[in-house]
């Protein structure tokens, strides 16, 4: 295991409550909160409805279908933002008196990404007046074009970059349109969709109470679909775990925290993003993502739990899936490194089997990615001679505008691709990986700055003895939400290893002193020996830490437990 340089984030001096604790005001200045005005999360500070570019025409267009009493179609992307976004859009207009209200999500195996002119022809079936895209449809120009010429009216709303020319539609609403001045370009495709329906329910004379009653949709989509949570994304993520916690979540919300054996009343962002949105991931990446929003629909709890459990046996088998794929991938990065013969690896891995699986590639990147500290892409095969791949990206290196110009700079060489800063799809021939490959290293090597792919962790430096304890774990989890952007606490520091075993055969498990006097301390490392080369230390011996510190509840019991996230002898 590569031995990784940890550099602890700067504390400027800010104006905070004297009141805080002094761990929680570290860490709130360190992610640039500097005053007691940036900590209120209430809906009150949520940016203006009307300041989002384009969602007062949105509204109006969408206002003069439901008056009509026309058909309209939401068409979501596969994943669990669009999913959100899409069980979002649905519900709300029903609850405008509006039932002519459905949904359709791409097969990705048959369709690909966005608003295709093949979803288009499967749409036009059931006879909408109005297509509502969410998480999607800023690229689709054929798609719009296909649309438009059958007589169905379009509107998109999307969160994803935009290319050089726009689709012609009746009407788009994203915040990262070049121009736009909504404060906030983090917002997730659901997020956009909550404000679309806000704007709506304002034309629509309603009061936004029945709005704001969807918020742990928003939560969920916001946070499973890591978009940086900026402070109104905070605002938008509090709002919706209020609920959540209170029990006033839709049934399949409930339901999915159920399977993962994840409480309500203590839900975090956490239980979000690696519990309750895989599983509803799953099912976008492995069958058919209607099951997850039917999941998200249903008000019968019975149903939802159905619902729920089939996602559950589906998370299942994506598990087995990326298992799998995953120890090929370390493999082919293995014979990479030996072929480099000790020279660095590449500024930028593309990795491809032709028994890969479409659905689970992005997971095995992101997996590679954090292993090898730069950016990955993972593809599989696509139709006709076609690889479809999967970018994950590093903080600094924005995988997006990398594949443009490789696009820009080699014309035909990506035959579509779409994204944003930290994660892009694209398509391109197989024949042509090789040279692609070469490409895309060469652009990231042109835009990766001294040090940035040495694999740096950044902590918030080390805990004291005395502050390793419940009490200050129980008011780390209360200052979230924590998520991309505001990330959750780390520390690192020196800790004797008073016992140390490992657990099913993948887990390790120790028992630390901060001290010589210092009671010991529960340390787990979750998945640890599943990391290529990861270090299992010795009783009595002393290591370095990355950590966070957390709550752990057994049998009623609550202690503070130390989460590894990288370990090194000290």
Request: charged share 20%; net charge neutral; glycine share 10%.
């Amino acid at each position: 295991m590569m031995r990784r340089p940890i550099a602890r984030r700067p504390v400027p001096a800010v104006s905070l409550p004297a009141n805080l604790d002094p761990v929680v005001a570290r860490i709130y200045a360190a992610r640039g909160v500097v005053s007691g005005e940036d900590l209120a999360l209430g809906l009150e500070r949520l940016l203006p409805v009307g300041s989002l570019d384009g969602v007062e025409q949105a509204a109006d267009l969408l206002a003069t279908h439901v008056a009509r009493g026309a058909r309209i179609l939401v068409i979501g992307d596969y994943d669990a933002d669009g999913a959100t976004a899409s069980a979002l859009v649905v519900r709300a207009l029903r609850r405008f008196g509006h039932a002519e209200a459905g949904f359709l999500v791409p097969d990705r195996f048959r369709f690909g990404y966005g608003l295709t002119p093949g979803i288009v022809a499967l749409a036009a079936e059931r006879g909408p007046a109005l297509i509502v895209t969410v998480d999607n449809g800023i690229s689709s120009l054929e798609g719009v074009a296909a649309a438009r010429e059958r007589g169905i009216d379009v509107l998109i709303t999307d969160h994803h970059l935009a290319g050089a020319e726009l689709p012609a539609a009746n009407a788009i609403v994203n915040p990262n349109l070049r121009g736009a001045r909504f404060a906030s370009r983090a917002l997730a495709g659901v997020g956009v969709a909550f404000y679309l329906m806000l704007a709506l329910g304002r034309r629509l004379g309603r009061p936004t109470a029945p709005t704001a009653e969807l918020l742990d949709l928003v939560a969920l989509g916001t946070v499973a679909d890591v978009v940086p949570l900026d402070h109104n994304n905070r605002v938008l993520v509090q709002a919706g775990l209020e609920r959540i916690r209170a029990g006033r979540c839709v049934p399949g919300i409930a339901a999915l925290a159920a399977v993962a054996a994840r409480s309500l009343a203590t839900a975090g962002t956490a239980d979000l993003g690696f519990f309750i949105g895989p599983r509803l991931n799953a099912a976008g990446r492995l069958e058919d993502m209607s099951v997850g929003i039917e999941c998200l629909l249903t008000d019968d709890p019975a149903r939802a739990a159905t619902l729920a459990a089939e996602l559950d046996r589906l998370n299942r088998e994506r598990r087995a899936i990326e298992t799998r794929m995953h120890a090929e991938a370390v493999e082919i990065v293995r014979r990479l490194s030996l072929e480099e013969e000790g020279a660095r690896l590449p500024a930028a891995l593309c990795l491809f089997d032709a028994a890969w699986h479409q659905g689970v590639v992005g997971l095995v990147a992101s997996r590679v990615k954090d292993q090898v500290h730069r950016p990955v892409i993972a593809f599989a095969p696509g139709e006709a001679g076609s690889a479809r791949g999967s970018a994950r990206s590093v903080a600094g290196v924005h995988v997006r505008d990398a594949l443009e110009a490789v696009a820009t700079r080699v014309p035909g060489l990506i035959e579509r691709f779409g994204g944003h800063a930290m994660a892009a799809g694209l398509t391109l021939p197989v024949a042509r990986l090789k040279e692609f490959s070469a490409e895309f290293a060469a652009e990231i090597a042109r835009r990766a700055g001294p040090g940035l792919l040495d694999g740096r962790l950044e902590t918030d430096g080390a805990l004291a003895p005395a502050e390793l304890s419940l009490a200050t774990a129980e008011r780390l989890r209360e200052a979230g939400p924590f998520g991309s952007g505001f990330p959750e606490p780390s520390f690192d520091g020196e800790f004797t290893v008073v016992e140390s075993r490992v657990l099913g055969e993948k887990h390790l498990k120790l028992w630390l002193r901060a001290g010589p006097r210092s009671p010991p301390l529960n340390a787990i490392g979750f998945g640890w020996l599943m990391r290529p080369g990861a270090p299992v230390p010795r009783a009595d011996s002393s290591v370095r830490l990355v950590y966070r510190l957390d709550v752990n509840e057994y049998q009623g019991l609550k202690s503070p437990q130390l989460l590894i996230e990288y370990l090194e002898p000290a």
